[in-house]
Nanobody, 124 residues
Framework: EVQLVESGGGLVQPGGSLRLSCAASGYTPANKCMGWFRQAPGKEREGVARIFSSAGATYMYADSVKARFTISLDRAKNTLYLQMNSLKPEDTAMYYC????????????????WGQGTQVTVSS
């Protein structure tokens, strides 16, 4: 059984930074495709960042977070990270980690496994 557990959310001032973590258990494909999504109240879920890790790694980012957020995967720890810098109030949302059985993008449909989410609030 695949389990994803997010941590690292919290309250941060505009311009601040947070690092989210997602510990994955039972997720053991050779080629890992994992992503971060977010959903603010009253808004649709949005794909934030995705990593496809095989011999190397490829990345996808939403335009709204490019140059501010960085996704990474520690394969030895089976842990996904999202480093978030220069945070803005509009980044406030519940952030979810997700994993796919094969190649994935940012649409969300390819992901079979989802965590419970961690809340990020950006406010002064």
């Amino acid at each position: 059984e695949v389990q994803l557990v997010e941590s690292g959310g919290g309250l941060v001032q505009p311009g601040g930074s947070l690092r989210l973590s997602c510990a994955a258990s039972g997720y053991t494909p050779a080629n890992k495709c994992m992503g971060w999504f977010r959903q603010a109240p009253g808004k649709e879920r949005e794909g934030v960042a995705r990593i496809f890790s095989s011999a190397g790694a490829t990345y996808m980012y939403a335009d709204s977070v490019k140059a501010r957020f960085t996704i990474s995967l520690d394969r030895a720890k089976n842990t996904l990270y999202l480093q978030m810098n220069s945070l803005k109030p509009e980044d406030t949302a519940m952030y979810y980690c997700a994993a796919a059985p094969a190649f994935c993008a940012l649409s969300g449909g390819e992901y079979n496994y989802w965590g419970q989410g961690t809340q990020v609030t950006v406010s002064s």
